[in-house]
């Protein structure tokens, strides 16, 4: 979109969101009603100071942002301040960056809708100093926040600008009361508007931009813009970039001093901050070009004065050699039910694979884990009820930094050393479900496989951009998927952050694993999948026969275990496969047991590979699944394990998720003969409301 010149008055780009109920990283819309009932606080003021602090139990890093009541709109008090919580921050040489999360500027106006007073992960000094005032989360997250731009607010998915009075009026209809300052006098929309004050001097032209395009948060001089013209004035002021954290529908600035590189009345070089995106750019919000710069891509990055440096300053971070296997690994939680959803499991598998075979970043998932949203050395996948109304997915990086005094670039090696990934449980909003996938998500539905792969994407290091269709996009529609990396936008990113992450760094810190990351390669880049099906079924009088699936060289050897709580397993059989071909083959072993008083959970370790399959569960009313789906040469063999009762729609689908064949199956064995590639392939059969998933080898 190109501005036409505007002075004295910053403009601000509108996006169209149409009828999709859009998904803003990895969040849904939550209704104006539905914040404005749930909240516990809303408030109007202006935000006087920040300070980041790790929680009591020493689990996550908190910033509190000190804010400047100048009225309540619900559940007035006589304190004059009050302090919203937001996730991430950094203290001294540890830092957590978390994706969503709400950042707020110091000497901007908010309006803020806020959960209950917060007494666990509260900031402790605070409280103890001023135990009258209340600290809380924004509720609904950054659609809580509502930033005073010229006087007027914007409703995060929205496409509008409200002015206070209708802001405040639309309120108090849901309220029924009206705004009060904190003596208890009534507040009244001001007509004012809080303007950005312009910088002494005409501005009369920004005359160029370069380099164009260019890429956003990192350290690389060459990657700065220096923008032309006159009017700037002597001293700095401050460049506005389009928003890529809401597609465009305001400016932000960084809020690092140092950003600013060099300034003067006809030349500025500044440093182009994580969260700019593809728009016009604003000096001092008194001129707007009239052609866009290009961001292609973003790096996240840590700002800190860490170590001896004089002020804040923009740091670079690196990927490491945190396993000893070359990077890092996740696990799946067990006591938030994601390790047996294997659907959920697989889709964010594809996810993983994704991103390692496209810059070929070093992550694989190892086994399980009790590990959930905490600073623990363990990197969790989890699904989280917990998170804020209005959000499906967030992606936490914990790092650590260290200094010798002698390093000759910038001092410090920051380092990743944890992260966690959150997701919504299922249903994920009222009125849609997850779709895992393969299939398409309907209109009803958000994709899985998507919002993994964007929170895979932060976790990698990158930042939001404005490119409708790429992974880094900030916004994903219902119904919609992108399952694919771009080249020149998120691959080119990620191997950006991959070439310093994978070189010497000028020590090696001890918190920072045994060195550089190892990249993969294409050839080792697959995850290591031992088995294609993995079942079993009670037989009365006899015990649990599994089976399963191997496509794993002929010398391998598998470990069975078995479990009645999910947790703890025991080793009850180990098996070579005894085969002389590398083609896959089913194997098969009964666990004779005369009688099951409850159900069983079984897994597969893979003893080379140390790779364990996902968890099935066996008892005596029902096998693990329904149907029973394997192949004879170019013919599928669909069975069902009990009786069957109505029609079945059976799709097959490839693996990069295209579907090639699709049936409707009304009998309780189907054989279909069809001339099908040599592959794997993934299957879905969905009778009434209930799914069945799996992968099937046609030779």
Known sequence: MIMNQAIGLLYFLIIIIGHHAYSQCMQYPVSFAERVSACSYIVLGKVSNKQCYWNDAHTNIYTAYTIDVMAYLKNPSAKDKIILISDGGVVSNEAQLTYPSVHLEIGREYLCMLDEDERVNDNKEIRKAHPEWVQARPYALNQGVFQNINGKYKDYFQNTFLTEESLLNKISKITGCPAVSPSGAIFKARMTKQ???????????????????????TIVAGDFITITGSGFGSTPGTVFFTNADDGGATYMSSAVASDIVSWSNTSITVKVPEGAGTGPINVNGAFTSTTNLTVTYTHANINSSFSSFGTVTRQRYYHRNMNGAGGMYFQYNTTSGFSTNTAAVAAFERALETWRCATYINWFSNGTTTAGYAADGINSVLFDNTLPAGVLGVATSRFSGAATGACNLHNTVWCVNEVDIQFKPNPPATGFTWQYGPAAPSSSQYDFESVALHELGHAHGLGHVINSGKVMHYALPNGQSVRTLDPTVDVAAGNARMAYSTSATCFNPGSCGSGPMVALTPGTCSLPIAWLEFSGKYLQGTGVRLLWTSHLSKSTSFHLYRSNNATDYELIHHQQPGYDSDIPVTLEYTDFMPYLDKGLYYKLEVIDETVHSKAIYVDAESNSTKFSVFTSQNQIWIRANDEFKSSIEFSL????????????LQEKEHVIDAQFRPGIYCYTLVEHDKIQTGRIFIR
Do not use: L
């Open 653 to 664: 689908y490839d693996m990069s998720s295209k579907k090639i064949f699709h049936a409707t």
């Open 195 to 217: 303007r950005i004050t312009p910088r002494k001097g005409r501005i009369t032209a920004i005359s160029s931009f370069s380099p164009n395009p260019t890429v956003g948060g």
